[in-house]
């Protein structure tokens, strides 16, 4: 991390800029092409970028054939790369441009690296298509064989081969590597090696001319690259301009990072393009930290990944906002896409029955107990419960379900939970647990058995409690297991009763679902009709419009109820924390960036599908902190010993679960300053 650098610049925290840029060609016109890619260099150097990626042979044009074994078009080659350098003293990007060089005694496919006056480095392209249209080997050798090498370019001098990493110096983790077009057709890429030497932005410089398909098979190969090797892949294909005499060309350009595309531009552009994104430094690095299995490759390959050379440079990134140039999900639990968020429903839904129902049949199947409130987390149980039910071929009247009020329960989640709990076909009663509730406050002497008026944690967790002591004893008596139903959003936040409250069940299907994806599965159930009836889809609506409350304190004068998300802050907010802490590890202040970023703007970006407009909301910067000083010290120095002892419960995201048998280990009495002071140090005006 840039501690020099203001708050608000992106490369503080761990992201750098890429381009991939297409621009149009003048065939065997080396200076023209030069005037091309320097003013997308100096339009990229104006928004920041930090590495800015040019086509194959972009310098001469690729399909030029024999006319690329002509002096004077070769002379023109060099005239131009050392032009790019000399006009690169005072530009922010890197430059990775196409072109072809003599070396030796033969011709070579090149990609060029410049920048601010420099030439760091040539990377000859390895793999030399000579098949269908591609003709390479009459022209070009194939560069795989120099290693270790060094090449004169005109008055410039500089390492040359396919080994070479590019890294910069004052942005961590910024280690650039380049290969050229069907050097990632191969089996083996040289950027998967190149990867495993410690490249994060892998590059590929590409003239690959179009037919039917073949855009789909490039992103595929750029996707599937930059999640085996945890990296960025950006990809720059020649467009307008080159050579139709048999062939033509779409200009495709493309960045992934880690699986994801990040960002693209239309193909068959009539003029130049660019595709420019923030890539997330940090999150690659942390991927590879954690992924041993990445290193342990680098292992088996050694001898050739210790053969890569290092040219380091200093970027001097921009000390100034320039904005964030990715999509940023406000609920990175839950997809904005439609397709993509029914597919996580679909899958986190059958997820939770089918580890239900093994649940069951593997100890002989008991009818599943479980209390139902009326509120978000109980109902979703209650689905799965039920499908699990149809699912192992068992009546639903086996499912026992019960409500149980208490002191502030009201009459419409009463009755919502009665309503659910018989349109599901399950067998329900009533208990009221005042009377119990009651004996246990006279019993331990507190106020509240006479009347007065003192609702603190002794009066809430007497009630959950007597809840859930109930439901242990009812499976005991019917032959049944007790469903849990809190979810992973209290888990974090450890916001449940410890040991006999809602933290223990015998099966906890709802531990690996965040809160904020909570309502889009309810929701995903109705449009799915995933065995719900009318009567059901009714009762479930009305769930989803009930505010989150434990109802555990009776109403105030003014006849408002307990709100859970006015006691420990909004679940949006600490379900963004949640995810880039158990996902990645993140710091604090980055978490703050991206928030701030995510959630300033109610009007800003998607939002997922189903979202009520009238619950858009924006969160200001010094909000966003205060709930991130709760978030940590809930999550880190209060709520582990809550998760060292919960029961089983499948995971559900890829973000990770709580379970201390799973992806999160932690002990039980640590403490969380180290996170609330770099917090603290990158946000002192809003420090607590």
Request: net charge negative.
């Amino acid at each position: 991390m840039r501690r020099d650098l203001p708050f608000e610049s992106s490369y503080r925290h761990g992201f750098a800029r890429i381009a991939a840029c297409t621009v149009p060609v003048a065939i065997a016109d080396p200076a023209a092409n030069a005037r091309a890619v320097l003013e997308q260099v100096r339009a990229c150097d104006a928004e920041g970028v930090a590495v800015a990626l040019f086509p194959e042979l972009a310098l001469s044009g690729y399909a030029i054939d024999d006319l690329v074994l002509q002096d004077p078009v070769l002379d023109a080659v060099v005239d131009a790369v050392e032009e790019l350098v000399a006009a690169s003293v005072d530009l922010l990007p890197v430059i990775v441009v196409g072109a072809p060089l003599r070396h030796g005694n033969r011709l070579f496919n090149c990609a060029v690296v410049i920048h601010r006056g420099e030439l760091l480095g040539v990377v000859p392209k390895s793999a030399l298509p000579t098949y269908r249209e591609f003709y390479e080997r009459r022209w070009y050798a194939p560069g795989d064989d120099q290693r270790g090498q060094d090449i004169r370019v005109g008055s410039l001098y500089a390492p040359f081969g396919p080994d070479l990493l590019f890294d910069a110096l004052d942005v961590e983790g910024l280690v650039v590597h380049a290969e050229i077009c069907e050097d990632m057709w191969v089996p083996v890429p040289p950027s998967a090696e190149a990867a495993l030497a410690g490249a994060t932005v892998l590059l590929n410089l590409s003239g690959s001319p179009i037919t039917i398909g073949r855009a789909d098979d490039r992103k595929l190969l750029a996707q599937s690259q930059s999640l085996r090797c945890l990296a960025a892949y950006a990809y720059a294909a020649a467009g307008v301009g080159e050579s139709t005499n048999d062939v033509s060309w779409d200009g495709q350009t493309m960045i992934y990072e880690g699986g994801t595309l990040l960002a693209e531009t239309e193909r068959f552009p009539g003029a130049a393009r660019r595709s420019v994104a923030d890539v997330d430094l940090d999150r690659l690095r942390q991927d590879r930290l954690r992924e041993g299995t990445f290193d342990d490759n680098r292992r088996s390959l050694q001898s050739r990944v210790d053969g890569f050379r290092t040219v380091h440079f200093r970027l001097d990134p921009p000390a100034r906002d320039i904005g964030l140039r990715r999509t940023l999900d406000r609920f990175p639990f839950v997809p904005d896409d439609a397709a993509r968020l029914a597919q996580d429903c679909y899958e986190a839904f059958n997820i939770q029955v089918s580890g239900l129902e093994q649940r069951l049949r593997a100890i002989g199947g008991p009818k599943p107990v479980i209390g139902v409130s009326g509120g978000l987390d109980s109902t979703h149980a209650l689905l799965v419960v039920a499908r699990a039910m149809d699912r192992a071929g068992r009546p639903r009247s086996d499912i026992l379900a019960y409500t149980m009020p208490g002191f502030a329960t009201s009459e419409h989640t009463k009755s919502n939970a009665l309503e659910l709990a018989a349109a599901i076909g399950a067998t329900v009663e009533t208990i009221d647990i005042r009377p119990a509730a009651t004996e246990i406050l006279t019993g331990i002497g507190h106020p509240a058995a006479t009347g007065e008026k003192l609702y603190d944690v002794t009066f809430e967790n007497v009630q959950a409690g007597v809840r859930t002591d109930f439901l242990f004893r009812l499976a005991n008596r019917h032959g049944g297991i007790v469903i849990g139903t809190s979810d992973l959003s209290e888990l974090a936040l450890g916001w449940a009763t410890y040991g006999v409250g809602d933290q223990m069940s015998h099966y906890a299907v709802n531990s690996g679902v965040p809160k904020t994806l909570m309502q889009h599965l309810i929701r995903w159930v109705i449009a799915a009709r995933e065995g719900v009836d009318d009567r059901t889809v009714a009762v479930l609506q009305a769930v989803l419009d009930t505010e989150i409350s434990p109802e555990l304190v009776p109403a105030g004068e003014d006849g408002k109820v307990q709100s859970t998300e006015d006691s420990i802050g909004p679940y949006a907010l600490h379900d963004f924390a949640l995810y880039h802490v158990l996902r990645f590890g993140m710091r604090p202040s980055r978490i703050a960036f991206l928030a701030e970023r995510a959630w300033a703007d109610a009007d800003a970006g998607a939002w997922p599908p189903g979202f009520p407009a009238e619950d858009r909301y924006a969160y200001d910067l010094a909000t966003i902190s205060r709930w991130l000083h709760v978030f940590l010290r809930r999550y880190f120095g209060f709520a582990q010993f809550k998760r060292s002892a919960i029961p089983n419960g499948p995971k559900v995201s890829p973000a990770g679960s709580l379970s201390p048998r799973g992806d999160w280990r932690a002990p039980s009495d640590g403490n969380a300053r180290v996170w609330l002071a770099e917090l603290d140090a990158a946000l002192p005006d809003y420090a607590e």
